[in-house]
């Protein structure tokens, strides 16, 4: 079984440029979530898609970040203007949801892309 | 929301000696608990988890325990080997909903060979 596929794995851009990163979670898998980790940390969440609807963005820079998921597939995630402290990885995972009130569903995490902005 | 406090930040063991990471949780009502390993450059992978319905779950080398009174749990690994060697981050369901998940800061483990 294929697992969480991401690209590009490596970006470097200037500062004020536009940037995409592209998911496509596991087959089957209905959630989709975009998380953030910066040097030295865990992942934090940016936002959370169940099918093609965003569920829980609260923790997303909406300014400058913007996410969808077009036919509940695939997913793009975009900043623009990047800023100096948008340098970090940009990871994607995905789970199937169990339709369970409460019950947190197993997640995998693709390989990331790393992003740097200059 | 969760808090999720991961302890040590780093640590060094001998090859075949074992090794304890713990974590604190701060939402009594978090009943699903993953441990992702990272090596550089690498994605996360899960490597065992718990849910709340037990207290102690074994893979092989290694093994969750879950105190839900204390609201901690540890990841043992033993007769470490130098391909044990990355950071390790344990997790708490997001008070969200509980489908995302909050992360701790990470444990940079190396086996020393």
């Known amino acids: 079984e294929a697992g969480v596929v991401q690209s590009p794995r490596y970006k470097i851009i200037e500062k004020k440029q536009p940037v995409a990163f592209w998911c496509n979670p596991i087959s089957g898998h209905n959630t989709l979530y975009w998380y953030r980790q910066n040097l030295g940390q865990g992942p934090e969440l940016l936002i959370r898609?169940?099918?093609?609807?965003?569920?829980?963005d609260s923790q997303l820079p909406k300014d400058r970040f913007s996410a969808e998921r077009l036919k509940g597939v695939d997913s793009t995630l975009k900043i623009q203007p990047a800023e100096l402290g948008d340098s970090a990885v940009y990871l994607c995972?995905?789970?199937?949801?169990?339709?369970?009130?409460?019950?947190?569903?197993?997640?995998?995490f693709g390989p990331g892309t790393r992003l740097t902005v200059l | 929301g969760e808090n999720v406090e991961q302890h040590p930040s780093t640590l060094s063991v001998q090859e075949g000696d074992s090794a304890v990471i713990k974590c604190t949780y701060s939402d009594s009502a978090s009943n699903y608990f993953p441990w992702y390993k990272q090596e550089l450059g690498k994605r996360p992978q899960l490597i065992i988890d718990?849910?709340?319905?037990?207290g102690e779950k074994k893979d092989q080398r290694i093994a969750v325990t879950l105190n839900k009174t204390a609201k901690h749990f540890s990841l043992h690994i033993t007769e470490t080997q130098p391909e044990d060697s990355a950071v390790y981050f344990c997790?708490?369901?997001?008070?969200?909903?509980?489908?995302?998940?909050?992360f701790g800061s990470g444990t940079r483990l190396q086996v020393q060979p």
């Open positions: 995972a995905s789970s199937l949801d169990s339709r369970v009130a409460g019950v947190t569903d197993t997640q995998y």
């Open positions: 898609y169940e099918n093609e609807e965003a569920v829980d």
């Open positions: 997790a708490a369901p997001s008070d969200t909903g509980r489908r995302a998940l909050t």
């Open positions: 718990i849910r709340s319905n037990v």
